[in-house]
């Protein structure tokens, strides 16, 4: 005998219903209806509340409290001004800091600067090398980790948010982080 599809779906309703019957009696139909969350843990005990002479005592010293400023503005940000004791000695002279003799070093040199704009990063297909796109002026360069770009800048790491360079005649490190690019108007 074909069973229609209304027929079907009120078996697999009845069927469901009688399921979750089940489960609800083997939850609920042991405890009973009356029975407490308190009682399960054993019989009731009330507090000991007789005296309430130390709350009023707390609460009264709470609300009999007086601001007192000391000084300073919790709107700056910064240390609190100094406090000069009555009683402090004065300061000592500072002698000045010992300048060393003979020829000066040069000045380390200052990290590299990548003045190309980073504006984007992609991959090739089947997990191929990061590819970095920087933008320089109106053309735009695409690099990969280990190029060397500007004659002595060596790309380090490309990361999401970061791409990670190095010069490679002082070996000093820097970093730029990805530009947004401004939306079309």
Same mark, same amino acid.
């Given at each position: 005998?074909? +069973? ?6 009120? $078996?697999?309703?009845?069927? %469901?219903?009688?399921i979750g019957m089940l ?20 019989? &009731?005990?009330? $507090? /000991?509340?007789?005296? &309430? ?13 007086? &601001?007192?400023?000391?000084? !300073? ?27 060393? +003799?003979?020829?000066?070093? @040069? ?5 590299? +600067? #990548? ?8 991959? %090739?297909?089947?997990?191929? @090398? =990061? !590819?970095?796109? %920087?933008? /320089?002026?109106?053309?735009? !360069?695409?690099?990969?980790?280990? /190029?060397?770009? %500007?004659?002595?800048? !060596?790309?380090?790491? $490309?990361?999401? /948010? =970061?791409?990670?360079?190095?010069? $490679? *005649?002082?070996?000093?490190? *820097?970093?730029?982080? #990805? ?7």
């Amino acid at each position: 005998m074909a +069973q229609t599809k209304q027929q079907k779906e009120m $078996i697999v309703l009845v069927v %469901l219903v009688v399921i979750g019957m089940l489960v609800w009696f083997s939850y609920f139909g042991k405890h009973g209806a009356s029975v407490s969350a308190f009682s399960q843990h054993g019989p &009731y005990t009330p $507090i /000991d509340a007789v005296s &309430y002479e130390g709350v009023f005592k707390d609460l009264t010293e709470a609300q009999n409290t007086e &601001y007192k400023p000391s000084g !300073r503005n919790i709107f700056v940000a910064g240390p609190a001004p100094a406090v000069v004791a009555a009683n402090a000695e004065p300061a000592k002279p500072v002698e000045p800091p010992h300048m060393p +003799q003979g020829p000066m070093p @040069p000045p380390e040199p200052p990290p590299p +600067q #990548l003045k190309w704009k980073f504006f984007g990063i992609g991959t %090739l297909p089947s997990s191929g @090398p =990061r !590819r970095a796109f %920087l933008l /320089d002026g109106e053309e735009v !360069r695409i690099v990969s980790e280990g /190029d060397t770009v %500007l004659n002595s800048i !060596r790309i380090t790491h $490309i990361g999401n /948010d =970061r791409i990670e360079y190095e010069d $490679i *005649n002082t070996g000093k490190k *820097n970093s730029n982080n #990805l530009e947004m690019q401004p939306p079309p108007a």
